[in-house]
């Protein structure tokens, strides 16, 4: 909710922190080491008990890995286990980054298709949302890789559209529309609205993450979208193909 509405309070470096000191003192609780008023003082750990004692203090110092600063991505490290729960690893206090792994990206379609028609480059329309943990899990652990990393910074537009962003639209941009699916008008309040709507009406579906290569020339998709895609080799050849039909165009 923090990041969907903007708040900006809890934000990686808090949310880490508070989770390591509650799996800490719940690993501390376990050895016997502090108890509770009135409890029966701790004679002897069970076998049980020392498992989940271990489990949270190996947890806890997990946690405490996501701290560590990478200066060549100039990010936190990403805790797979974590992906979609914790806030991005861009929503930083000490670090922030207004997109992905310090890509450059659009929030704006228009904006993003004007950019993109200047300099001649394909785009790469990313449908995502702050709560979605599969667009995390793409942005964390694919596209950090250098192969693929490579080909978006140097050859795409990337433009990041989050369909769950609670911000609100402009009153000349809250327009009423026909319902995608079902009777009836709704209202577009919110970015989020807006982008969901999008997809939904011109692409025909609602999940994320979802790619679309655009040449912004043609007006022309240039390869079929794909949602989440963990195997790297098959997203880079996505990426590749879209980039070939393009230059062919």
């Known amino acids: 909710a923090d990041l969907v509405a903007h708040w900006g309070i809890i934000k990686i470096e808090v949310f880490l922190v508070l989770w390591l000191i509650i799996f800490l003192l719940l690993a501390i609780y376990l ?38 600063y990478n200066k060549e991505t100039q990010s936190y ?88 962003d609670k911000k609100i639209l402009p009153e000349d941009e809250q327009l009423l529309v026909t319902r995608t699916r079902g009777q009836g008008v709704r209202k577009l309040i919110n970015y989020g609205h807006k982008w969901a709507y999008f997809q939904a009406q011109y692409f025909k579906t609602n999940s994320q993450p979802y790619y679309v290569l655009y040449d912004p020339n043609s007006n022309e998709i240039i390869n079929n979208p794909v949602g989440y895609t963990p195997n790297e080799d098959e997203y880079l050849e996505f990426l590749n193909c879209g980039l070939e039909v393009f230059k062919n165009n």
């Open 31 to 68: 050895f016997g080491k502090i108890q509770f008023p009135n409890e029966i003082k701790l004679k002897k750990l069970s076998i049980i008990r020392a498992v989940f004692a271990l489990l949270s203090l190996g947890f806890a110092i997990y946690l405490a890995s996501g701290l560590v």
């Open 77 to 164: 490290r990403a805790l797979s286990l974590l992906s979609g729960l914790a806030p991005p690893l861009g929503y930083s206090y000490f670090s922030p980054k207004e997109c992905p792994n310090n890509l450059d990206c659009f929030k704006d379609l228009k904006s993003g298709i004007e950019y993109a028609k200047n300099n001649n480059k394909p785009i790469l329309l990313d449908f995502t949302g702050y709560a979605c943990v599969n667009c995390r899990k793409m942005e964390e652990h694919v596209w950090p890789l250098k192969k693929i990393d490579n080909v978006i910074r140097e050859n795409y537009v990337l433009i990041s559209l989050y369909v769950d």
